[in-house]
């Protein structure tokens, strides 16, 4: 969907679209820096969450549930300043996640989405932050 105003592209939904492999993170997704929902769930992406998904700084939604990504989560996805919901459950991610409770400048995350007991007891209004 595209802004209809300055025409730039504000939703990426390619939920169960068949997409497979590796997700690369010279991929030229990760340049539409105006994209505020990214949908992705319900593919078969595998490998890790490349650092360059940081470049959309723009992101209020992002969902890459029910793939096949690794555990490495990066440490910048957390200074996504505008993130509100954030879903990675159901993947392979078997890292751990450490919460903290901030209250974000521009709003709170209002889910994370994540194979962690922990997470799924306390995300409200936590910041995700990925354990070295």
């Known amino acids: ?3 209809y105003v300055t025409g730039d592209v504000i939703v990426v939904d ?3 679209s068949c997409l497979r492999g590796a997700f690369q993170p010279n ?10 929902t990214l949908y992705l769930r ?3 992406l595998t490998g890790d969450i490349p650092s360059s998904i ?5 992101l209020e939604n992002l969902s890459l549930a029910d793939n096949k990504l690794g555990d ?3 440490p910048c996805l957390g200074n996504l300043s505008k993130i509100a919901y954030l879903s990675l459950s159901f993947n392979r991610m078997q890292g751990s996640l450490l919460m903290r409770y901030k209250r974000r400048q521009v709003g709170t995350w209002r889910k994370i989405g ?5 997470s799924k007891e306390t995300a409200s209004g936590a910041k995700l932050t990925a354990l070295p």
């Open 54 to 58: 940081c470049r959309m700084h723009s």
């Open 72 to 74: 490495l989560i990066p």
């Open 114 to 118: 994540y194979d962690d007991p922990i």
């Open 27 to 36: 991929n030229t997704l990760f340049t539409l820096s105006n994209v505020q």
């Open 14 to 16: 390619l939920t169960c």
């Open 1 to 3: 969907m595209c802004d």
């Open 42 to 44: 319900g593919n078969d």
